[in-house]
């Protein structure tokens, strides 16, 4: 697990924790720089495996300030998938499922595998991998962001 | 400072790095053994004919050099990687991907130079 502070945080508006599950270390590399220059959370978590993500979700469930509002997840992980990571997370404590919003980074369109958890708030938002500057500056506008930053 | 290579494409990388040079030299890190190990597993799983690895590593290499900005690299993985889905085409997916591995061979030579001249 990989922790970075974002120190210049200038008094805008931000989310205090993200967490990024994706295998893929350049993936993780640019997505951290892309979140940290786009200032949607102060910190950032990676975490490298859907199970990785869901032990430290579980562990920590009752610690909110180490429960990440929002989850950038990668659905083609090898042992947990990204969808077999949002059937477990369906699973965790009322704590973690209130709390964490999904983002889906994926390098693949899959959306319609996606509408049970996008019906029921889970999932909130879909990018197309790469991700770029451009894509969080459009989630950052939307409402779905607007409503989590209030 | 000299950034014109044919291949990597330093702007497009500043733009994702907000103009950080120790960041886009820590992601050239990153890639360097990424990359490598990401092909030498394609290599075996195209020997294989092991078409749902070669869709996997196809996939990551894909998402690695879309990431470096080298899409013409990026998008000969998607074909390999779709090919690798209809489970045929073997030789098709062989062709392409010893022309990707050319390629691949000059970008390593570019990120290696561009690390030597950026001590």
Redesign the interface.
Same mark, same amino acid.
């Given at each position: 697990m990989m922790i970075d502070n974002n120190t210049d945080q200038n008094d805008e508006a931000m989310l205090n924790l993200a967490m990024i599950i994706d295998d893929?270390?350049?993936?993780n590399?640019?997505a951290q720089?892309?979140l940290i220059?786009s200032k949607i959370a102060k910190d950032t978590i990676i975490q490298p495996a859907g199970f990785s993500a869901i032990n430290y979700l579980e562990r920590n469930h009752d610690a909110d300030e180490l429960i990440p509002e929002i989850i950038f997840l990668d659905l083609?992980m /090898?042992v947990v998938s990204g969808i077999d990571f949002l059937e477990r997370f369906m699973l965790l404590p009322l704590t973690v499922r209130e709390k964490s919003k999904i983002v889906i980074l994926s390098?693949y369109d899959k959306r319609s595998e996606l509408q049970k958890w996008v019906d029921n708030g889970t999932v909130i938002y879909y990018i197309l991998? /790469?991700l770029? /500057?451009g894509h969080l500056r459009d989630f950052k506008a939307s409402e779905v962001y607007q409503k989590m930053i209030v | 400072m000299n950034h014109d290579y044919r291949y990597l494409n330093i702007e497009y990388l500043y @733009?994702?790095?907000?103009d950080?040079n120790a *960041?886009l030299k @820590?992601?050239i890190n990153?890639?360097i053994p990424?990359?490598k190990k990401d092909w030498s597993l394609l290599v075996v799983a195209i020997e294989n004919k092991d078409f749902d690895k070669i869709k996997?590593h196809a996939? +990551?290499l +894909? *998402? *690695?050099y879309?990431?470096?900005g080298v899409f013409s690299v990026g998008d000969t993985m998607e074909k390999i990687d779709k090919l690798a889905e209809g489970k045929d085409n073997i030789n098709l997916i062989k062709i392409l991907s010893i022309e990707a591995l050319q390629i691949h061979e000059e970008i390593i030579e570019e990120v290696s130079d561009f690390l030597n001249n950026n001590p």
């Open positions: 893929h270390d350049i993936s590399f640019m720089q892309v220059n083609d /090898p390098g991998k /790469p770029k /500057p | @733009e994702y790095l907000d950080n *960041s @820590e992601l990153i890639f990424s990359i996997a996939h +990551k +894909k *998402s *690695s879309r990431y470096m």
